[in-house]
């Protein structure tokens, strides 16, 4: 059983924050690296964070200094803490789990993930 399921997306005005939530399944958690990705309607998928199963992390420059990734191992629970979002932070954002290619893990912008939640979508008005 892999399983994702994301929570916490909703509409805030610039300058405010969010907290994301993604609640895996064992062996979804356990299989390897996981992160949040991002993506707007005619643009391209963008990774914003990731995190190791050490607990390494990394960012999109975009996003570095007012994201960040957390993990919870005993709830098998991903976090993505948003502050000070701006109105180009609007997206639908993703949970993703265990790159394709293992040697891409901990490294936003590379790689593919095997396993997607179902998304949640983040609005920002200015």
């Known amino acids: 059983q892999v399983q994702l399921v994301e929570s916490g997306g909703g509409s805030v005005q610039a300058g405010g924050s969010l907290r994301l939530s993604c609640a895996a399944s064992?062996?979804?958690?356990?299989?390897?690296?996981m992160g949040w990705v991002r993506q707007v309607p005619g643009k391209e998928r963008e990774e914003v964070a990731a995190?190791?199963?050490?607990?390494?992390?990394t960012y999109t420059n975009s996003v570095k200094g007012r994201f960040t990734i957390s993990k919870d191992d005993a709830k098998y629970t991903l976090y993505l803490q948003m502050n000070i979002l701006k109105p180009e932070d609007t997206a639908m954002y993703y949970c993703?789990?265990?790159?394709?290619?293992?040697?891409?893990?901990?490294?936003?912008?590379?790689?593919?993930?095997?396993?997607w939640g179902q998304g949640t979508q983040v609005t920002v008005s200015s």
């Open positions: 064992s062996s979804t958690y356990s299989g390897g690296c």
């Open positions: 995190i190791k199963r050490n607990g390494f992390t």
């Open positions: 993703a789990a265990d790159k394709v290619f293992s040697v891409f893990c901990g490294s936003v912008g590379r790689g593919d993930y095997r396993h």
